[in-house]
């Protein structure tokens, strides 16, 4: 289980890696029965697939703390904000996007850096999901 920050390469890993790939989009869950619908879709998936790209929503990581599920947590060093603020652009972002992330930035990094129960993976200037997922 990969939860991978906003602009890592989620997408780009699961069109590319030799490895079998199920991209988990939360956007696209019944949100009047969420975060609980995405973990049950995560469990089922399991063994199934090499990896799962899930969300890296606060909601999500708790839930997955709860459910007793190991992942991995993989976001830009904090320092990279205007790296990633140009990714966002780069990609066709909206600009409502690309305000939140910009607007919540330090406070969204602090949280998933002091996520207990995974492991952590920080990627450096340049770096995405294809550099560490190996």
């Given at each position: 289980?990969v939860s991978a920050f906003p602009g890592?390469?989620?997408?780009?890993?699961?069109?590319?890696?030799?490895?079998?790939?199920?991209?988990?989009?939360?956007?696209?869950?019944?949100?009047?029965?969420?975060?609980?619908?995405?973990?049950?879709?995560?469990?089922?998936?399991?063994?199934?697939?090499?990896?799962?790209?899930?969300?890296?929503?606060?909601?999500?990581?708790?839930?997955?703390?709860?459910?007793?599920?190991?992942?991995?947590?993989?976001?830009?060093?904090?320092?990279?904000?205007?790296?990633?603020?140009?990714?966002?652009?780069?990609?066709?972002?909206?600009?409502?996007?690309?305000?939140?992330?910009?607007?919540?930035?330090?406070?969204?990094?602090?949280?998933?850096?002091?996520?207990?129960?995974?492991?952590?993976?920080?990627?450096?200037?340049?770096?995405?999901?294809?550099?560490?997922?190996?």
């Open positions: 289980l890592t390469g989620k997408s780009y890993y699961f069109k590319k890696s030799n490895k079998e790939v199920l991209d988990s989009d939360s956007s696209t869950f019944d949100k009047s029965k969420f975060p609980e619908n995405y973990i049950e879709h995560i469990k089922k998936n399991m063994g199934i697939v090499d990896v799962i790209l899930i969300s890296s929503h606060e909601e999500v990581r708790d839930a997955l703390v709860s459910a007793k599920l190991d992942f991995t947590l993989i976001y830009p060093d904090k320092s990279l904000k205007k790296e990633y603020i140009q990714r966002y652009k780069d990609r066709g972002n909206e600009e409502g996007f690309i305000k939140l992330l910009d607007t919540n930035w330090d406070s969204w990094l602090g949280d998933v850096l002091n996520q207990k129960n995974a492991k952590h993976i920080v990627l450096n200037s340049g770096e995405y999901l294809t550099d560490v997922i190996k």
